[in-house]
């Protein structure tokens, strides 16, 4: 399996992603700066969080227009598996690769601790590691981790099983407990906690571990 890790100016989770993808299949990502206008053979991309472009204009919304991810757009609509965590669901909402928009937080206050989660789908390549309906601890760390969408489109998430993750305990607001989403055909992940800061014993919890091996032991 080789995965690409897009960085751009502000992205502060690329290197934890890149040590998680690391540990799960013995090889290094390839890092691709957001400047790029070509994209390594990948078998998985994954945009990571942080706050690309400072997040000036609106969450995400400048990383979209990026030289790279007009490749990474071409690359999912032909089925390469792309998993995007907080600042990078937000991309894949700007980019409309995935459905819905993460407004602010619903008490307006940046929000960064461990919450509780339920797994929703365990049949993907993201999460087949995990037990359906089991409940992980895995940290957030956003201001705009508030999802929502219209009725229509969340009627077809849950019609469609859509729905990857639920928050246990709410800590933004997000619609219907959100925490992460499918595309129709399951081949893009976008969720706003970080399973890359729940990847080993020493941070706390190893419950994030689980993406990362279904993703190699699935991709």
Known sequence: ??????VFPGSNCDRDVAVALEKASGKKPTMVWHGDSQ???????????????GDYLRTGAMA?????????????KKGVRVLGICNGFQVLCETQLLPGV?????????ICKTVSLKVEN???????????????????????????????TLKSLE?????????????????QNIAGIFNKERTILGLMPHPERANDAVLGSEDGS??????????
């Not at 399996?1 to 897009?6: D, E, F």
């Not at 994209?39 to 472009?53: E, Q």
């Not at 979209?64 to 999912?76: F, K, L, R, T």
């Not at 019609?159 to 619609?175: E, F, H, K, T």
């Open 1 to 6: 399996m080789h995965a690409s890790v897009i």
């Open 39 to 53: 994209l390594p053979k990948s078998d998985i991309i994954v945009i990571p969080g942080g706050f690309s472009y």
């Open 64 to 76: 979209a227009h990026s030289p790279i991810m007009g490749e990474v757009i071409a690359a999912a």
């Open 102 to 110: 993460l407004l602010r937080n619903q008490k307006l206050k940046f």
């Open 122 to 152: 365990n049949d993907s390549v993201f999460t087949k590691a995990y037990q359906k309906g089991a409940n992980l601890r895995i940290p957030v760390a956003h201001g705009d981790g508030n999802y929502f969408a219209d009725h229509d």
């Open 159 to 175: 019609d469609n099983n859509q729905i990857a993750l639920r928050y246990n305990d709410n800590p933004n607001g997000s619609v």
């Open 210 to 219: 689980g993406i990362f091996k279904s993703i190699v032991e699935n991709v």
